[in-house]
């Protein structure tokens, strides 16, 4: 399962995309105590543990990552910026937010490994809403891949258990 947010071109600041970042990861946070601390991700589990990632503003901006051309190495700011954090169990973060190119797609997703069987319909809207709140964006949904392989969606947000588009309300879905 995943809960993922998408829009398309917004130009932020650093700091206005730590902002959202840092908003929405406290209200995972107070949704479950799965979502209390994240570490950043590395090549190995240990190395993760040992650069844990704390919630404040100024940590989150300065860790935002920005990408930079194969060649020569300056920055790209059309392309925004990037965080990939986990929480050291089953769920990882990951937001690609401040993009303003019209070929990439601002997206943060928060993915599960192996979905929280005590997750109840509740929760997982929470989950949602806590995202819709935070980045605002045209779309968002709750859903698995293999359920969107099963429909045939061509994006994410065409068909899950939970979906939301910009101006409306959420929509409980089919979901098997």
Not at 7 to 15: G, N, T
Not at 74 to 84: C, K, N, R, T, V
Request: proline share 4%; aromatic share 12%.
């Amino acid at each position: 399962m995943f809960v993922g947010a998408y829009w398309s071109q917004r130009q932020e600041s650093r700091e206005e995309s730590a902002k959202r970042i840092v908003l929405c990861l406290s209200l995972l946070k107070s949704q479950s105590e799965l979502f209390a601390e994240w570490f950043m991700k590395a090549r190995t589990k240990a190395a993760a543990f040992e650069n844990p990632l704390s919630i404040d503003l100024d940590t989150v901006a300065s860790t935002l990552r920005v990408d930079r051309r194969d060649v020569g190495g300056e920055a790209m700011p059309e392309l925004g910026f990037s965080l990939s954090v986990w929480n050291g169990k089953n769920a990882s973060f990951t937001a690609t937010v401040g993009v303003y190119s019209p070929y990439v797609r601002n997206a943060v997703l928060l993915s599960f490994d192996e979905s929280p069987t005590t997750f109840s319909a509740d929760d997982w809207k929470a989950l949602l809403e806590a995202m819709i709140r935070a980045f605002e964006p045209d779309h968002a949904v709750v859903t698995s891949h293999e359920h969107l392989d099963r429909v045939g969606a061509e994006a994410p947000w065409e068909s899950g258990w939970f979906t939301y588009q910009r101006g409306g309300e959420i929509q409980e879905g089919p979901f098997e």
